[in-house]
């Protein structure tokens, strides 16, 4: 069984929301001090799979609506899976930009206006195409006594992430948004070039 080394549940509050009543756990890492929290649904604490979004914060997408990516719209999508199927997990790391900040983030940005994709952007600023880890979302599953998962995502690196910390992924759920005119790019670049599963693309 493996025991958690990073992440402390320090607060649990009610968190009412436009897609239900969640309960909002927050976490503290205890190396670097980073702040991550976990909405969740209903009662997670049978034996059956849950169904869980592990989302990496996008500022850009989540909070002010940009077209260059489809993170907000995967966020909106996975709360509105989590409401419909009356219980479930979002946990939300912050892990802006791929994991290489806002700024940097912003910087690749201004890279793609001159015709770098994401990865080749990325690369131009020093990082690897994804700079995530998702220790801190497998241990904050754990802590939370989620075992099995029906896993909201496209991405077969986030699979793998997590199943090393012995989480039973039972299912991919896919989790493909509506195209955008600006972010059709991005979405073929993500599936070309970091193997994410898109079968619009």
Not at 26 to 33: E, L, P, R, S
Not at 42 to 64: M, P, Q, W, Y
């Amino acid at each position: 069984m493996y025991v958690c080394k990073l992440m402390e549940r320090v607060v649990s509050a009610k968190f009412p929301t436009r897609y239900g009543n969640f309960t909002i756990h927050g976490y503290i890492n205890k190396k670097n001090k980073e702040h991550h929290i976990a909405l969740v649904l209903g009662d997670i604490s049978d034996s059956a799979s849950v169904l869980v979004r592990v989302h990496s914060e996008c500022l850009t997408g989540d909070a002010l609506g940009s077209s260059k990516c489809d993170c907000g719209d995967q966020y909106d999508k996975a709360m509105r899976a989590i409401q419909k199927e009356g219980r479930g997990v979002l946990v939300y790391l912050r892990q802006e930009g791929r994991g290489i900040g806002l700024i940097n983030k912003l910087k690749a940005y201004a890279l793609q206006d001159k015709g770098m994709d994401t990865v080749e952007a990325n690369l131009a600023l020093g990082f690897p195409p994804d700079h995530r880890d998702y220790t801190e979302g497998a241990e904050i599953l754990v802590d939370l006594g989620v075992k099995k998962i029906r896993l909201m995502t496209n991405n077969p690196e986030k699979i793998a992430g997590l199943e090393k910390f012995g989480l039973e992924i039972t299912e991919r759920v896919v989790i493909e948004t509506d195209d955008k005119e600006h972010c059709k790019h991005y979405m073929q670049t993500k599936k070309d070039k970091l193997g994410h599963i898109l079968a619009s693309y």
